[in-house]
């Protein structure tokens, strides 16, 4: 259950990190309660789930899927750039991700 919210809590990074550029570029109330609640859930499922997982790992992992996500979530909505160099070092991210879970 510790891995399946520290997952959830990585996804709401995401979210969270989403919702700090639109606040950048709109400026809206409800861009700043999605920013607020996004990452408020995401450090209660991170908190939760270091209460079974070593910091270090939980922290890594939580971290690394919102690295990974916040950049891919870029060039899906913002256009930022795909260059394939980009692309190698989060697939490195990923992998050491990966490489993380499995070892713990």
Known sequence: MAW????????????????????HKDRTWQSFFYLITSFSISFILLGYSME???MGTAYAIWTGIGATGGAILGMIFYGESKDWRRMVFIGMILCATIGLKLVS
Request: hydrophobic letters at 65%; proline letters at 4%; aromatic letters at 4%.
């Open 4 to 23: 399946l919210a520290l997952v959830c809590a990585g996804l709401f990074e995401m979210l969270g990190v989403l919702m700090i550029n639109k606040l």
């Open 52 to 54: 079974t997982l070593p």
